[in-house]
DNA sequence: AATATACGTAAGGGAATGCTTACGCGTCAA
DNA sequence: TTGACGCGTAAGCATTCCCTTACGTATATT
């Protein structure tokens, strides 16, 4: 038996909604709670919930329960593949500097 | 009468799909036509041809016609609000280094 | 002119997405 | 214990996504 077999990683997919962006966003900041959260949406909190389940499943953001509350973590190393996939397109933007951002970038992981 | 009222320019949507980004990828390298493309995948050449479509929706690719060809060509500049929404985040992965990319971004920029 | 090629698009269907309301369970308060 | 609170999840529904096959159109070839 597997821990949590229909989980999905998919960081892209995560992000491509707005309103899961701007959790990401505003989880950048301070940790919030499922209700801290759902006051700066118009859309009902189980809605959040849901929202804030993807970015779960795709290990962006971490849980942690504090009584009755859940606190939700911001995991900004699990953008890596997104950050990597743009990066490889710097030199299209600019030649002259991006090639050091490159190399920064480089230096960053290693 | 507009000229194209249900265009979505969505770029986060646009790349949330491994096929496109994949898409981007071959055309990052070179243009390609439909089928030059759909030999890439899989998939049918229509679903190629929606995916392509897509990516056009989002401004990622032009198509140059050329004869009975269309010539898809990659324009990297629309992935600008990927970038920037993601380089908000350097911070988080190195704090020593990062400070002087996101000057080099804004230089890039303006 | 007749045919082949390259491609877009329509139509259809199964699956996924994104919301809602209703409900259940654990936790704090009185 | 009783009730309010915070939250996840189930169920239902409309919409969108992603694929297929079938077909239409413009361009090239013979």
Redesign the pocket.
């Known amino acids: 038996m597997v821990a949590r077999p229909d989980r999905?990683p998919?960081v892209f997919?995560a992000i491509?909604?707005p309103?899961r962006r701007r959790m990401l966003d505003l989880l950048a900041g301070a940790d919030h709670?499922?209700?801290?959260m759902?006051g700066h949406f118009?859309?009902?909190?189980?809605?959040v919930?849901?929202?804030?389940?993807?970015l779960l499943d795709a290990g962006l953001v971490t849980?942690q329960r504090?009584?009755?509350?859940?606190?939700y973590h911001f995991v900004p190393k699990r953008l890596g593949p997104v950050r990597d996939w743009i990066s490889q397109y710097e030199r299209f933007w600019d030649d002259r500097l991006s090639r050091l951002q490159m190399l920064l970038s480089k230096r960053n992981k290693g």
Chains 1, 2 share one sequence.
């Open positions: 999905k998919d997919g491509s909604h309103s709670s499922v209700n801290a759902a118009k859309m009902s909190r189980p809605a919930s849901q929202h804030l389940r993807v849980e504090h009584g009755r509350e859940r606190r």
